[in-house]
């Protein structure tokens, strides 16, 4: 069991999604939006359009809408009619040997952190080092690259390096859910369909203006129009 509307919201937030994006990729409302981030199925016209909201906006997201229409279905007793009242299926007790895996798995835990807490003691005390010495951080380089994860139907995307003229390092088209990774930190993008594409760049996304066969200059700080 998962929280259906939690792990939706915290999708939406890792990607830097905000619900007018949403709203105008998934054509869903913003209010039936927020309901379903909420777990307020009561507030969507019937249960065909949560079942139907929940696969677009999970399958939007990169999520496996049907996972969560299963768990919807799991939740809720189905009355007959689709329109019929939602009533909450009551979570079954938890049995003992579930509650003993717990156990185990908090215990196991625990030992790991006395473990290793005892190291850092141990290093910090044989290890030759100052008391008070400062703790010299190791740099970590991350590889930057530009990552294309399609959408529903996906779109035609061509990406090159620098400009219009650079060399071409993408013809394709991203179906849903596909993802494309180009290395680099500066591109020339040309995408027929923005909103189904979503576009990150050196892990950080990347809003791109909602207008067809849209062509960009993309870096790490910045988005721009471009010609070509």
């Known amino acids: 069991m998962f929280e259906i509307g939690n792990s939706l919201r915290e999708a939406r937030m890792r990607q830097g999604l905000d619900y007018p994006q949403v709203e105008l990729a998934t054509k869903i409302r913003v209010k039936y939006i927020r309901a379903l981030e909420e777990d307020q199925f ?20 990169g999520l496996d809408g049907q996972l969560y229409v299963d768990e919807y279905n799991s939740r809720f007793i189905v009355e007959g009619i689709e329109d019929a009242p939602l009533r909450r299926v009551q979570p079954r007790a938890r049995t003992r040997r579930q509650r003993g895996i717990e156990r185990k798995v908090v215990l196991l835990a625990l030992v790991g952190i006395v473990a290793l807490t005892a190291l850092v003691i141990a290093a910090w005390k044989f290890g030759g080092s100052s008391p008070n010495a400062a703790p010299q951080l190791v740099p970590v380089s991350v590889p930057s690259e530009l990552q294309l994860t399609g959408v529903g139907k996906g779109s035609y995307v061509e ?3 620098d400009s219009a003229t650079g060399i071409v390092l993408l013809q394709a088209t991203v179906p849903g859910r596909k993802v494309e990774r180009v290395a680099g930190s500066r591109f020339w993008l040309y995408v027929k369909h923005p909103a189904s594409l979503r576009v990150r760049l050196a892990g950080k996304p990347v809003s791109l203006p909602a207008r067809r066969n849209l062509k960009v200059v993309i870096t790490p700080s910045l988005t721009a129009l471009a010609g070509g």
């Open 42 to 61: 009561a507030v969507l016209p019937a249960q065909t359009y949560v079942k139907g909201f929940l696969r677009t906006y999970a399958d939007f997201l």
């Open 159 to 161: 990406v090159r390096r």
